[in-house]
C-alpha cells in the first residue's frame, strides 16, 4: 500500500505533500496511493521508546507484547525497547528471541527485547550477554531495570564486557541499602504522610559512581529515568569531561510532584518517585540542554488489584505510552526538532535501532508519526488500548492527538485508530 | 418541621415585666402545688431551661425563704431526632449534690410543643437515678403535642399554627427578657 | 462537623475544641451508674484491626457501646483478611453490612484514606503505619487541658523516636492547631527531614534533653522499640536511655506543674524510668481513661447527626 500525505507539516516546517511506497519515503506517489488529508499534521519520525514493561511472558493479566504494542502505536511509537523483568526474566538468548518473535507476530511497533544484566536480575553473576547480543533478537541494552546493579565491581565487569558487541548497560540507579523499605521521595510530604522516603541521593551517589565507572573503563553507560537535580548536576559535569554517558527522563517525571502522593492513591507510586517542583525543573531544562538525550515511558502496567490497594502493598510504576507525546508536548510546547530528537532520533542512536529516528528525507524507512497538535482530548483509564488502567493522567485534558502511525509504510494507527 | 425564615414578621407575646410575673406564678404554683417545695428538685432543660429553673428557685427563696436545689440535664444523647439534623454540640448535665433519687423532680423548660423533649428528659432521668415524681414546668405552651404529655405547671398557653415558632430570649443566654411569635403573620 | 477522622490535619481548632468540650460531658456522664446512653442507637461501628491493638480496639469498644452502637469487631486473625482478602474487598463486605463507621488500625500509612473511598461511612483512623494515631492525639491534649487547664501557649517536648511515631505526628498537627508550642527531641536520625515544614511551622527541633526540660510544661515519652538499634538509628540502648531516656535526675529539671505523658506501651528503664512513669507528674493511667472519653465524643460527632 502506498500513501500520499498531502499538505503535511513535517516537523513544524511549511505544508507539504510526503509519499510513502514500499515501506520506504518517496518523492512522487503512485496514482493508486491511498490520499490521506494532513491539513495541519505534523509529521515526526516514528517515536522510539528505550524503556517499556511489556509483561510478557509472566504478568499476561497486565500487559501483553500484543496489547502493549498496540498501545505504543496509538502512542506513535514505531519502536520500544521491552525491559528484562519478566517472569522468567529477559536473562537469556531463548527468552529475548521469545519476546522478539512475539513483538514481530504482532506486528504493530519493533520490539527490541533488552536483555538482564545479571542471572535473575539478582545482582550476583552475569546473564550470558553475548549469547543474547548474538541472538535473533540482537540485543544491546541490557538492563536489571526495577534493581540496581549494586556491586560496584559487577557494574565494573558489565561496562567492560559489552563493549565486544559495542552493547551498553543501563542502569537503574538506586542504591538499595539507601532505599530499604523506601515509598516515595524524601522529604516534606513523607513526612507528613509517614511514608518511608527515597532520598534522592540514592539515585545521584549511583550515577556518580557508574560515570566515573564507565570513564575508568571506556565505557558506554546509560542511565534510566534519571529523577532529581542532583544527578542532572552529575550527569552534567560527566559529559562536559566527555564521559560516554546517555540519560533518559520519563513524560512522569517532567510533569508531576510528589504532592500528588497526599491522597495515597497508588496510581503515583512510581520507582523513581516522583520528586519535587524543583526537581521537575531541572529535568525539563536537562532536556532542553541535552545533558538529558531522550524521554522514555517507563510504562509499567500493573493489574488492577496491584494499585487498587493500600499505597505500600501497591507496586510502583505507570503507564505511559499512550500519553507521551501529549505530556511531552504540554511541558514544552510545539518544539518539534527538539521532540523528534529526544523522542525518536536519539533513542534510536542508544538502542542502535539503525531504520528509526531517520529525518523522513527519500529513500529512507517510512517509520512516521503524525500529530494534530490542536486536538485536545481528556485521558479515560478504560479507553487506553493497554490492558491495564494505572495512568496517572485519567482526567486530565491534553494536546495532540495521534492521528497515524507507519511502521515501515504499513499504517499501524490511521484516523486515531490502531488498524489490528 | 419546617422553621419560620430569621427576617418572617414576629409579634412580642410577652415583654419583660410580664415575662416576670409569669415566673413568680408558676413558682407560687409550685410552692402550692407541692406544699412548699420541700423534697423538690428543679432541673432545667438546656439551654434555656437551665436560667429559668434558677430563676424558680430564686423566686421560691424570695417567697418562702425554702432553698430548692437546681440542676441541668441536657437530653441531647436523648433525642429521638438527632439523625434528622447536624450533630449537635452537648449541654450539660449537673446534678445537685443531694442528687435525685426518692425526690420530686420539676424539669423546667422554656417551650412545650411536640412532647419529645420531654419524652428524652424521662429518658435521661432514668439513667440519672430514681426521683419519687417527676412534674414538668413551662413557661409556653403552645399546643400541637405529638405524645401524650402534659405539664403540670404553665407561664402562658399560646395558641399557634405549625407554620409559627415562639422564640423564648432570656436575658442571662440572649440579653433580654421576652417571647416572640415568629412568622405566619401577614 | 467532619465526615472521617483520618488525620489530625482533618480537625480545625473549633472542631478539636468542641470534641475535647464534647468529651468532658461523655467524661462527666460516665461517672453515674447507667453508663450508657442511646445516641447511636441503631449505627454499627465496625472495629477494623490489622494489627494487634489490645488497649486501642478496647477503648474504641467500650466508647461505641457505652453510645449503644453496635459493634462488630473485625480482625486480621481468624478472619479472611488473613486469608490475603484485599483492603477493598474488605471494605466491600463492611459496605455491605452497613457499617455506619469503621475504625481502622493498619501497618500500613494512608490505608484510612483508601478505605474512606471504599465505603460510604465515616472513617476513624486508629493508628495507620508511621503516619497517624488522630485519637491519640486528642485524648493527648485532653489529658493536658484538664490537668493544666489550658492548650493555648502551652511548651509541649515530645522526646524520642519522632521518625517513625504516629502519636508524634498527630500531636505535633493537633497541639500546633490549639496553639501549643511543640518542641520535637530526639537523635537526629530519628527526627524527620523537614519536620516544621512538613508538619507546622512553629515546631521547634531539639537534640538536646536536658535543655528543653525547664522550659516544659508538658514531656511527652515516645515508645522507642530496640531493634531501630540494629538499623543504626543509634548506637545502643544505654546510650539511647543516658542522653534521652527521662529518669529521676532529668525530671527534676522540669518545672514544678509539668506533667509526664506517655501513649504506651512503655519500655521502662528505656526512654522512661520506672519512678518517673509511676510517680504523681505521670498521667499514664488517666490518658488511658480519657481515651474512652475521647473517643466517644468523636463517634458522637461523626454519627449523631445526619
Not at chain 1, 21 to 38: N, T
Not at chain 1, 148 to 163: F, G, I, Q, S, T
Not at chain 1, 247 to 272: I, M, Q, S
Not at chain 2, 52 to 78: K, N, W
Request: aromatic content about 4%; glycine content about 8%.
Amino acid at each position: 500500500m502506498a500513501y500520499l500525505l498531502k499538505g503535511v507539516s513535517i516537523l513544524g516546517a511549511a505544508p507539504t505533500d510526503l509519499a510513502i511506497v514500499d515501506g520506504v519515503i518517496s518523492d512522487k506517489a503512485p496514482d493508486d496511493a491511498q490520499v490521506i488529508d494532513a491539513t495541519g499534521l505534523v509529521a515526526l519520525p516514528g517515536l522510539v521508546d528505550v524503556h517499556t514493561h511489556l509483561r510478557e511472558p509472566g504478568r499476561e493479566d497486565a500487559e501483553t507484547v500484543e496489547t502493549g504494542s498496540r498501545a505504543a502505536a496509538l502512542g506513535g511509537y514505531t519502536a520500544v525497547c521491552s525491559m528484562a523483568n519478566t517472569s522468567p526474566v529477559a536473562d537469556t538468548a531463548g527468552v529475548v528471541e521469545q519476546v522478539w518473535r512475539l513483538g514481530r507476530e504482532a506486528g504493530l511497533v519493533d520490539v527490541q527485547p533488552i536483555g538482564a544484566v545479571t542471572i535473575g536480575l539478582a545482582g550476583k553473576q552475569l546473564a550470558e550477554l553475548g549469547a543474547m547480543a548474538d541472538s535473533a533478537a540482537n540485543v544491546r541494552i541490557f538492563s536489571d531495570d526495577g534493581f540496581c546493579v549494586a556491586d560496584p565491581r559487577l557494574m565494573r565487569r558489565a561496562l567492560e564486557y559489552v563493549k565486544a558487541f559495542d552493547g551498553v548497560i543501563a542502569q537503574h540507579a538506586e542504591e538499595p541499602r539507601l532505599t530499604e523499605g523506601a515509598q516515595m521521595h524524601e522529604g516534606e510530604v513523607s513526612t507528613r504522610l509517614g511514608l518511608t522516603g527515597w532520598p534522592a541521593v540514592a539515585e545521584e551517589a549511583i550515577i556518580a559512581r557508574d560515570v566515573l565507572l564507565a570513564e575508568h573503563v571506556g565505557s558506554r553507560l546509560h542511565v534510566c529515568h534519571v529523577s532529581t537535580a542532583g544527578s542532572v548536576e552529575v550527569l552534567r559535569q560527566a559529559k562536559a569531561r566527555g564521559v560516554r554517558v546517555t540519560a533518559e527522563v520519563t513524560p512522569h517525571h517532567l510533569l508531576l510532584t510528589d504532592e500528588l502522593a497526599a491522597g495515597y492513591d497508588p496510581v503515583f507510586k512510581v520507582n523513581p518517585p516522583l520528586r519535587t517542583r524543583n526537581d521537575v525543573e531541572a529535568l525539563r531544562q536537562a532536556l532542553l540542554d541535552g545533558v538529558i538525550d531522550v524521554v522514555a515511558t517507563d510504562h509499567a502496567p500493573h493489574a488492577v488489584q496491584d494499585k487498587e490497594c493500600e499505597w505500600s502493598y501497591a507496586r510502583p510504576g505507570m503507564l505511559g505510552l499512550e500519553t507521551a507525546l501529549p505530556i511531552v508536548l504540554s511541558v514544552f510546547g510545539e518544539k518539534w526538532d527538539l521532540i523528534a530528537d529526544r523522542m525518536s532520533i536519539a533513542p534510536a542512536r542508544i538502542a542502535g535501532l539503525t531504520g528509526h529516528g531517520g529525518d523522513l528525507s527519500a529513500g529512507t524507512p517510512a517509520n512516521i508519526t503524525l500529530v494534530d497538535p490542536s486536538a485536545r482530548w481528556v485521558v479515560d483509564p478504560a479507553e487506553l488500548a493497554s490492558r491495564s488502567r494505572n495512568t496517572p493522567y485519567a482526567g486530565m485534558n491534553l494536546p495532540g492527538r495521534i492521528v497515524a502511525t507507519f511502521l515501515r509504510g504499513e499504517a499501524t494507527v490511521l484516523d486515531g485508530k490502531a488498524v489490528k | 418541621m419546617a422553621q419560620p425564615r430569621a427576617d418572617a414578621p414576629s409579634k412580642i407575646i410577652l415583654e419583660g415585666s410580664d415575662l416576670h410575673r409569669v415566673v413568680d406564678r408558676i413558682a407560687h404554683q409550685i410552692l402550692e402545688k407541692t406544699s412548699g417545695a420541700t423534697g423538690t428538685v428543679l432541673l432545667g432543660i438546656p439551654t434555656r431551661g437551665v436560667p429559668l429553673a434558677h430563676r424558680l428557685a430564686a423566686r421560691i427563696h424570695a417567697f418562702e425563704g425554702v432553698e430548692v436545689p437546681v440542676g441541668s440535664l441536657d437530653i441531647t444523647l436523648y433525642r429521638d431526632d438527632l439523625r434528622l439534623k447536624a450533630t449537635r454540640a452537648l449541654g450539660k448535665t449537673e446534678l445537685p449534690s443531694g442528687g435525685i433519687d426518692g425526690l420530686r423532680v420539676i424539669l423546667v423548660d422554656d417551650v412545650l410543643f411536640s412532647g419529645r423533649s420531654v419524652r428524652a428528659a424521662l429518658d435521661a432521668l432514668q439513667d440519672l437515678g430514681r426521683p419519687s415524681s417527676v412534674q414538668l414546668a413551662v413557661l409556653v405552651d403552645r399546643g400541637h403535642r405529638q405524645l401524650p404529655i402534659r405539664a403540670d405547671y404553665v407561664g402562658k398557653n399560646i395558641p399557634t399554627a405549625l407554620s409559627e415558632s415562639v422564640k423564648v430570649a432570656l436575658t442571662e443566654t440572649d440579653g433580654a427578657d421576652e417571647v416572640r411569635l415568629i412568622g405566619g403573620l401577614k | 462537623m467532619i465526615k472521617h477522622l483520618r488525620s489530625a490535619a482533618d480537625l480545625d481548632a473549633a472542631t478539636a475544641t468542641l470534641i475535647l468540650d464534647t468529651a468532658a460531658e461523655m467524661a462527666a456522664l460516665s461517672g453515674r451508674e447507667v453508663k450508657k446512653l442511646p445516641a447511636l442507637r441503631g449505627r454499627t461501628v465496625v472495629n477494623l484491626f490489622y494489627e494487634d491493638s489490645t488497649r486501642t480496639r478496647i477503648s474504641f469498644e467500650a466508647a461505641a457501646k457505652r453510645l449503644s452502637a453496635d459493634v462488630i469487631n473485625f480482625s486480621a486473625k481468624g478472619s479472611s483478611v488473613s486469608k490475603g482478602e484485599s483492603l477493598k474487598d474488605t471494605a466491600l463486605t463492611l459496605q455491605a453490612m452497613g457499617a455506619d463507621a469503621v475504625v481502622i488500625r493498619h501497618p500500613a500509612s494512608g490505608a484510612p484514606h483508601r478505605l474512606a473511598e471504599w465505603v460510604d461511612g465515616s472513617v476513624v483512623n486508629a493508628g495507620d503505619g508511621t503516619h497517624e494515631h488522630p485519637t491519640q492525639a486528642l485524648l493527648d491534649a485532653y489529658t493536658m487541658r484538664s490537668r493544666l487547664g489550658r492548650l493555648d501557649g502551652l511548651k509541649v517536648a515530645i522526646v524520642g523516636d519522632v521518625l517513625h511515631s504516629r502519636v508524634a505526628r498527630s500531636n505535633v498537627l493537633l497541639l500546633t492547631t490549639l496553639g501549643a508550642q511543640v518542641t520535637v527531641v530526639g537523635p537526629p536520625t530519628l527526627i524527620p527531614l523537614d519536620t516544621a515544614a512538613a508538619l507546622a511551622e512553629k515546631t521547634q527541633v531539639s537534640y538536646d534533653l536536658d535543655a528543653v526540660l525547664p522550659d516544659s510544661d508538658v514531656v511527652m515519652m515516645l515508645r522507642v522499640q530496640t531493634e531501630r538499634m540494629q538499623d543504626s538509628y543509634f548506637p545502643s540502648a544505654r546510650e539511647y536511655s543516658r542522653r534521652y531516656g527521662l529518669d529521676m535526675r532529668r525530671m527534676r529539671r522540669l518545672p514544678e506543674h509539668a506533667i509526664v505523658m506517655h501513649p504506651g506501651p512503655m519500655n521502662r528503664g528505656m526512654e522512661i524510668a520506672p519512678e518517673v512513669a509511676d510517680s504523681p507528674r505521670s498521667t499514664i493511667v488517666e490518658q488511658v481513661a480519657n481515651g474512652v472519653s475521647v473517643r466517644m465524643a468523636v463517634l458522637y460527632l461523626l454519627l449523631g447527626g445526619k
